[in-house]
């Protein structure tokens, strides 16, 4: 539905020693166009606009010009191309002794094309200098001269660059006839988030804006195993957010026992947000819809789980 395209990628791994090893990644890659951005029906707004075009070819000062309400439709686009992007990977891990393992990884990725929209403005702004509309885009006139409508509908427009590391270490700790335990320690930090939406608006760095994500999530496990049963423990992280009204850290707790059955199957039970947390989740922020896609919003959640083998 919207082309081709080629994604290349290289990679590298070097060990120059049993106990560590180093990796570095190069690639390229795509997301192509969803059906809604493509085929969504248009919709009618009337924005409000000043159209500097105009004014100047009727001899109206730009002190002068009027501001007033335009006709703008905004839907999907079929003229989209994919959105593309660029990726540098560089990492190490690290076993000092056995069964103690770390790893460390860097990303820097960079994409370009986003799927967005440039707004009524910025489009009569394209006009005034001489600038080409993308494709299915355009600000329309009638003879006059006046503003029929504009179309202002997704178009491939914004940027965005992305910088973080991640962070892991895990054991496992032989107890003997006590069984094995088996923590686990995943961190995941960004660095860096910097968002264009469009060429007239500037970059900015969005790190830890709740509708971008938190700049700090990291997970923590443990496993029990002993004969045959496995207990589980998992404690889940997100970090504070910036909205309106800033949004503080959540903590999650999951607690799952499992038993390998002679009939080979396996039962499992266990609680989800065991403690039963409420998610920090503020109305008041311009669009809390975001935030569920962070927080679970169904309390404690217990389960059962039948699993048979034949």
């Known amino acids: 539905d919207f082309g081709s395209e080629t994604s290349p990628q290289l990679k590298a791994r070097w060990q120059p020693m049993d106990s560590l090893m180093l990796r570095a990644s190069w690639g390229q890659g795509f997301r192509a166009p969803s ?3 493509l085929y969504g029906a248009r919709a009618f707004s009337a924005e409000t606009v000043t159209d500097w075009v105009f004014c100047r070819d009727n001899g109206i000062p730009d002190a002068d010009c009027p501001s007033g309400q335009e006709d703008t439709y ?35 990725i960079e994409l370009e094309d986003v799927v967005g929209l ?47 590391i991640d962070f892991t270490v895990g054991y496992l700790w032989d107890t003997g006839e006590w069984g094995s335990l088996a923590p686990k320690l995943v961190w ?4 860096s988030y910097d968002f264009q939406s469009s060429p007239f608006n500037p970059s900015e760095d969005v790190a830890g804006q709740y509708n971008f994500g938190p700049e700090d999530r990291a997970q923590f496990t443990l496993a029990w195993n002993i004969s045959d049963f496995t207990v589980g423990w998992r404690t889940d992280y997100i970090g504070k957010m910036d909205a309106v009204y800033n949004l503080p850290s959540y903590t999650e707790h999951t607690l799952t026992v499992a038993w390998e059955a002679p009939w080979d199957a396996t039962i499992q039970a266990g609680a989800r947000n065991l403690f039963d947390e409420e998610p920090p989740i503020d109305v008041r922020v311009d669009d809390a819809s975001n935030l569920y896609y962070f927080y679970p919003i169904d309390g404690r959640v217990l389960m059962l ?4 083998r034949f």
């Open 35 to 37: 059906l809604s951005n």
């Open 188 to 191: 995941a930090h960004t660095l």
């Open 305 to 308: 789980n039948y699993t048979q």
């Open 118 to 164: 440039i707004g009524a403005q910025n489009l009569i702004n394209m006009e005034l200098d001489g600038d080409q509309f993308p494709a299915g885009l355009g600000v329309f006139r009638n003879p006059t001269g006046r503003i029929d409508y504009i179309e202002d509908s997704w178009t491939n427009v914004a940027k965005r660059a992305v910088e973080g």
């Open 74 to 108: 905004r839907g999907g686009n079929p003229e989209l191309d994919a959105e593309t992007s660029e990726s540098w990977n560089l990492g190490a891990v690290f076993e000092p002794i056995d069964d103690l393992v770390f790893e460390l990884d860097y990303y820097d």
